[in-house]
């Protein structure tokens, strides 16, 4: 399957933004899919993650409450909802497929999305 994140852009703390991950090649309900992120100079990080069937998703500490992921099977999408943005969510977000659950992610990345919360 490819992906390809978008809807990223700049925006003031406290506000919102809506991510998407459009796959292509195979149907999303066939994998466990994740958000990760990358802040400039740091490690990529696990965001959250949705199973392949039931829709369950779960979050890193650092998004839970403020960040949800869901899915339109009929778009073959994924979408990541942030809302009460802060400047240390700025990053580039990736999309995933998941080798095990909940974080484990497979080598495909793909290209990100960069956002940015300013203060």
């Known amino acids: 399957v490819q992906l390809q994140a978008s809807g990223g852009g700049l925006v003031q703390a406290g506000g919102s933004l809506r991510l998407s991950c459009a796959a292509s090649g195979r149907n999303i309900w066939n994998y466990d899919m994740g958000w990760f992120r990358q802040a400039p100079g740091k490690e990529r990080v696990f965001v959250g993650s949705?199973?392949?069937?039931?829709?369950?998703?779960y979050y890193a500490d650092s998004v839970k409450g403020r960040f949800t992921i869901s899915r339109d099977y009929a778009k073959n999408t994924m979408y990541l909802q942030m809302n009460s943005l802060k400047p240390e969510d700025t990053a580039n977000y990736y999309c995933?497929?998941?080798?095990?659950?909940?974080?484990?992610?497979?080598?495909?990345w793909g290209q990100g999305t960069q956002v940015t919360v300013s203060s």
């Open positions: 995933t497929t998941l080798r095990s659950w909940p974080n484990n992610p497979t080598d495909y």
């Open positions: 949705i199973r392949r069937s039931l829709s369950y998703a």
